[in-house]
Every structure is written in C-alpha cells, then in structure tokens.
C-alpha cells in the first residue's frame, strides 16, 4: 500500500475520531462551521474539491460527473448567501451512483428530511428549503479555487459527529502516519490513567504524569510510552 492508504486504512481500522487526527496535526485541519446531517457516521477518504459561484450551483451539476469511488467531495460555494447548494437529487447521484463515501457541503443544503431519512452521508453549515439556481453565473474566482485545491484537493478527509478534517496532501506521509499511531496510543493511556489509575485531568494531562510513572501502566502501554515523550506541534 501507498502511504495514504496507510493513513487511510489505519484511521478507518481504528475509527480514529476528527478530534484525535486534529489533535495529532497539532489541533489543526478543522473545517469551520460544518457538521453532519445524519449522526453516528465515520468516513474516510481521498478529497475532491468542487466548486461553485454566484448564486447557482450548475459547476457542481458540472463538476460531480467526475466524481470517483471512495472519494470524499467537499463542495467550495461563493456569493451563494443564504441559497442551499444542493439536495437529495445530487447527493443521490454522488453517493449512490458515483459511490463517493461522504458529501461536505461548505454552505447550506436542502431536503434536510429526506437526506436525514435515508442516512446520507452529507456534511454542511445548515439547511434552507431554497436552492441555487441551474444556470451558469460565472465561475469561483481563480485565485481562490487555487488556493483551496493546493490545501485540500488529494488530501484525506475524515468526517464524524465531530465535524470534518483534511490532512492535506503535503501531509501525507510517515511522519503523519505515526502521528496517528501515538494519538492512539495516547488515547488509551489517558483513558486507562482516568478510569483504573483514578488520576485527575490536570495530572494525565497537564502534568503527563504517566511518562514519570509508567510501572503503573499495563505492559502494552508501559512498553511503548516513550513514544508519547515527543509533543504534537502543528503539522501545517
């Protein structure tokens, strides 16, 4: 396997959260203001950036034909307002039919009942009952669409309850790879410092007691918590 589907299939293995991966990139990567339409999901995939402007969402009518299997499409809007960018029709198409795992939507979206209903696997900032028009208004400004392609297109985007996070392609590498490795790890040494030590926060982790006092550990984590010693800086 290629290092991304290293990264990919050891987070989908693992059902590593958008928290965690933020956190193992430095608490970085968020996409702001979305969240999902239907809860309990967790997906996983390489990204395609969309786009579409002024008011009409006939670039992603255009664009979704491309879309390939596995692929998570995060669609980019400018100067659409308060308009949904799409609804169940191109969610459809895009999931069922081009078999991508998740649509993210930066803006809004319609069919909110219909897309709940039938467990879709949309992201969005909110719903609205009106949509875009079908014409083409122009397209999203250049300088812009380069701008969000170079951060997220052919980056992996992991989406849950929490929201959504791209690692983007510059990122993909083993350096990232053992990040996640010991944000998992980390994960599970706090939590056992929590529930069988009953450490306080501050003392897991404010203070990382546990790198002092690894005996108290079981072995699978006293034998690795050297790894932990080393600090998430941003990988950004």
């Known amino acids: 396997m290629t290092i991304t589907e290293q990264i990919i ?3 989908t293995r693992n059902r590593v959260s958008t928290t965690e991966v933020a956190d193992a990139m430095g608490k970085v990567g968020v996409l702001r203001n979305v969240m999902p339409m239907t809860p309990e999901l967790h997906k996983v995939g390489r990204v395609r950036t969309i786009f579409t402007s002024q008011g009409s969402n006939f670039g992603v009518h255009d664009q979704v ?3 390939e299997e596995g692929e998570i499409v995060i669609v980019c809007a400018n100067e659409c307002d308060d308009l949904a960018i799409l609804g169940d029709l191109i969610t459809k198409f895009v999931v069922l039919y081009r078999g991508a795992s998740a649509l993210v939507v930066d803006g809004l979206v319609r069919d ?9 696997p949309v992201w969005a900032t909110g719903v609205t ?3 875009c028009v079908n014409e083409d208004r122009g397209a ?4 812009k669409a380069d701008e969000l392609k170079k951060l997220y297109d052919g980056g992996v985007a992991v989406c849950d309850d929490g929201g959504v996070v791209v690692i983007p392609s510059h990122c993909l590498d083993q350096d990232m790879l053992e990040r996640l490795q010991r944000i998992e790890l980390q994960e599970d040494v706090w939590g056992y410092c929590l529930d069988t030590l009953k450490w306080d926060t501050k003392k897991i982790i ?20 050297d790894k932990l ?7 950004i």
């Open 9 to 11: 299939d050891f987070i």
């Open 65 to 67: 034909r491309n879309v």
């Open 112 to 120: 909110a009942a219909r897309i709940k209903r039938e467990r879709q």
């Open 129 to 131: 009952p009106l949509g």
């Open 140 to 143: 999203f400004p250049a300088d």
């Open 206 to 225: 404010c203070d990382r007691a546990y790198l002092e006092l690894k005996d108290q550990l079981p072995p699978p984590q006293r034998d690795m918590i």
């Open 229 to 235: 010693e080393k600090r998430f800086t941003k990988k």
